[in-house]
């Protein structure tokens, strides 16, 4: 039977990513996220859930994530889960934690929430809202005025 491992969440780190170097030089960072859900009960009251989960982010991914990302930021992430394993050393049971590991992540909000959008590696992209054509010329009236560069085949519909 195939199967299929891919979450996609959106929400705000918990506290600042913690970024560390394996041996072999390969970047780790770990952060967690935390994503509020409001709904109403049976009774009427409206009530808050929060859901707070751990992500890896590894090499250019995990470096760009502990860069811009502070306690508090949104953030839009793409991974897969894993479950870690081990023995508590105190009391020596199992133990098992579900997280994400990132394969891609993006900025949500503002420029002020960091510095460039970033794409399935990790690897800075220019934001869809950088566009390096001339912004349109405003009328004296201060509305924006239509710009008469385009041809029909630049409409996309």
Known sequence: M???NKVILMGNLTRD????QTQSGNSVCRF?????????????SSRDETCFVEVDAFGR?????AKYFTKGKPILIEGRLRQDSWEDKQTGQKRTKLMVVLDR????GGRDGGGSWQGAS??????PYDDASPAP?????G???????????????
Do not use: C, H, K, W
């Open 32 to 44: 967690s996220i935390a994503m509020n859900r409001s709904y109403t009960a049976n009774d009427g």
């Open 137 to 141: 010329r405003r009328s004296q009236q």
């Open 143 to 157: 509305a924006p005025r239509v710009r008469d560069d385009l041809e029909d085949d630049d409409v996309p519909f």
């Open 105 to 108: 992540f993006e900025f949500v």
């Open 2 to 4: 195939a199967s299929f």
């Open 17 to 20: 990513p913690e970024l560390r």
């Open 122 to 127: 990790g690897g800075s992209q220019q934001s």
């Open 61 to 65: 991914s995990a470096e760009n994530v």
